[in-house]
């Protein structure tokens, strides 16, 4: 199980280009964020939508999981 590498990444935020919006955080410089988020393990997941997380997982995840949750969200 991997979490998605930068090639998924990018490729997620081409496929679903103008829906949805894929970014990383370094939660070592932002720290702030990360305590916000209550990141408490890495990998951490995030799904916001109207700026509001509507779903989060901490851990590796494969990528049609994290497809679905992004399916079910839009």
Do not use: M, N
């Not at 955080?25 to 932002?30: A, G, L, Q």
């Amino acid at each position: 199980r991997v979490v998605l590498d930068a090639a998924d990444r990018i490729t997620l935020a081409d496929e679903y280009k103008g829906k949805l919006a894929v970014g990383k955080v370094d939660v070592d410089r932002e720290q702030v964020t990360a305590q916000q988020l209550r990141v408490t393990s890495i990998p951490a997941l995030f799904l916001f939508k109207g700026g509001k997380v509507v779903w989060s997982f901490a851990g590796a995840a494969p990528r049609t999981k994290i497809e679905a949750e992004i399916k079910k969200h839009l």
